[in-house]
C-alpha cells in the first residue's frame, strides 16, 4: 500500500536482529518498565512500627531519594498522619534544607524524622498514614521538541537524513511520514514519536532517561515497519504503547530534558509512599491535652520603651499536656479585645507533640502610651474525654515616658 505513497530504502542487517534479540530477552520490548523508570525523579519511603497502643509515642522515618536526573532545586516534604474512621488528622510539613538539598544531589538518601503520639481514643483502630514529597528539578539542554515541532521546522533538523527501524529516511521522507494520517495503524504514532526523540537527542539533550526506549522503539519499527497495519487492540501495540507514552513525555520535555518552550528549564515531580500502624488494643488511655501560651515584649511579660524604639513580640506555643495538639492558630488582638475583625494571625502550627514548643515573632515600633495587646493559640486534641478545642491566652505590656 505505501510504495505508492513513497519510497524507502531497507537496511535491515544483522545488527538489528541481533539487537532485538538482546533487548527482547532484557525485557525491554514491553516497555513498562522503562516508562516507569524514565520517571524516576524523586522517591519516598516511609517507615514506622506496625503496630502500636493508645498513646505511645512512635516515630517514622521519611527517607527520600533521587535518581540523578536533573539538579533538586527545591522540595517540600509533608506528612498526613491520619486515622479517617475518627475523622481526625495531624499533618507535618516542611521544605527541605539547603544541605538536605545538596545532600540529594550529591546521590545521598535523606532521612526526616516524624515523631508522633497515637490518639489516645484511637485503639481498635488503624492510622493511615502517608508521606509525600513534591520536588522542583532543574534540567539542562536546549530543549525537546515535539513531533509537531519538528515536522514543520525542517531548517532546525540537525541531519538530513534518520535512521528509523533500520530504514534510513531523507528529511523529507520522514516529515512526510510524520504528516500522514494515522488510520488506525499504529506504526504512524510511534514513527513520529521515535523521530522527534532521536532528534531531541541529536541536538544535545540529555537522553539517560529514554536510550533504552529508543532503543526498543527502534527495534519495535523494524519488527512492524511503518505501515505494518498495527491495530490499537493488538499485541503489538500492547508491547508498543509503553515505549510511544515514554517517548511522548520526553518529547514534551517531561523527563530528562526541558521542553524547547519552557524557559527556566524547570519541572515539578510528585511522590508518595504510606506506613499504616495498626492499633489492635480497644481500650483508651488517660490522656491530657493542655496548651500554654506566653507573650513577650522585648524578653519581658511588661517593658518601659521610648517612642520610636523597636518592639520583638515573641509568641511561645508550648504543649504542657500529654497528648498531641494539631491544626494550632495564633492570632493577636491588635488591642482591641472585643474585635475580632482586626486580629492579626500570627502564624500556625501542623502539629505540636508533648513537651514540644514553637516560637514567632513580630516586630513593630513603640507608640506613645500604655499598651496591652493578647496573644492567644487555639488547637485541637484528642484526650480521654475525645477531640477537644484548647485555648490560652497571654497579654504584654509596653510603656513610653
Not at 519488527?223 to 511522548?248: C, F, M
Amino acid at each position: 500500500m505505501l510504495n505508492n505513497f513513497i519510497t524507502v530504502h531497507w537496511k535491515r542487517t544483522s545488527i538489528i536482529i541481533l539487537a532485538f534479540i538482546f533487548l527482547l530477552l532484557a525485557g525491554l520490548i514491553g516497555g513498562l518498565n522503562l516508562a516507569k523508570a524514565a520517571d524516576s525523579f524523586i522517591e519516598i519511603v516511609k517507615t514506622g512500627p506496625d503496630t502500636a497502643n493508645p498513646g505511645d509515642q512512635i516515630e517514622f522515618t521519611l527517607t527520600i531519594r533521587t535518581y540523578g536526573i536533573g539538579t533538586v532545586i527545591g522540595a517540600e516534604v509533608w506528612d498526613d498522619l491520619q486515622y479517617a474512621e475518627l475523622d481526625r488528622y495531624e499533618i507535618f510539613r516542611r521544605d527541605l534544607t539547603e544541605a538536605e538539598l545538596a545532600t540529594l544531589n550529591a546521590g545521598d538518601p535523606v532521612e526526616i524524622k516524624v515523631p508522633y503520639q497515637v490518639p489516645c481514643d484511637a485503639g481498635g483502630h488503624t492510622l493511615d498514614n502517608d508521606g509525600y514529597v513534591e520536588a522542583t528539578f532543574k534540567l539542562e539542554g536546549p530543549g525537546t521538541g515535539t513531533p509537531g515541532y519538528w515536522m514543520n521546522h525542517p531548517e532546525a533538523w540537525p541531519v538530513d537524513e534518520i535512521e528509523i527501524g533500520g530504514v534510513v529516511y531523507s528529511k523529507d521522507e520522514a516529515i512526510a511520514y510524520m504528516k500522514a494520517p494515522v488510520k488506525k495503524d499504529k506504526t504512524f504514532t510511534m514513527f513520529p514519536a521515535l523521530v522527534a526523540a532521536k532528534l531531541n537527542v541529536l541536538i544535545g539533550n540529555d537522553d539517560g532517561c529514554v536510550a533504552d526506549t529508543i532503543a526498543a522503539a527502534d527495534v519495535w519499527m523494524a519488527q512492524y515497519p511503518i505501515g505494518s497495519d498495527v491495530r490499537g487492540n493488538s499485541d503489538a501495540w500492547k508491547d508498543g504503547e509503553p515505549l510511544y507514552k515514554t517517548l511522548d513525555d520526553y518529547n514534551n520535555g517531561l523527563l530528562c530534558a526541558p521542553h524547547r518552550d519552557n524557559p527556566d528549564g524547570t519541572v515539578v515531580k510528585f511522590a508518595t509512599n504510606d506506613h499504616d500502624v495498626s492499633i489492635p488494643r480497644p481500650d483508651q488511655v488517660d490522656c491530657t491535652p493542655a496548651i500554654d501560651l506566653d507573650k513577650l515584649v522585648n524578653g519581658q511579660d511588661s517593658a518601659n520603651v521610648n517612642v520610636g524604639d523597636p518592639l520583638s513580640f515573641e509568641y511561645i506555643v508550648s504543649n504542657t499536656g500529654d497528648a498531641a495538639i494539631f491544626s494550632i492558630e495564633v492570632k493577636d488582638d491588635n488591642e482591641t479585645p472585643g474585635d475580632t475583625g482586626d486580629d492579626i494571625s500570627i502564624g500556625t502550627i501542623n502539629n505540636l507533640a508533648p513537651g514540644q514548643s514553637k516560637t514567632f515573632t513580630l516586630d513593630a515600633t513603640a507608640e506613645a502610651g500604655s499598651h496591652t495587646n493578647v496573644g492567644e493559640a487555639c488547637g485541637t486534641s484528642s484526650g480521654s474525654s475525645g477531640s477537644q478545642h484548647l485555648c490560652d491566652a497571654d497579654p504584654a505590656t509596653y510603656t513610653t515616658p
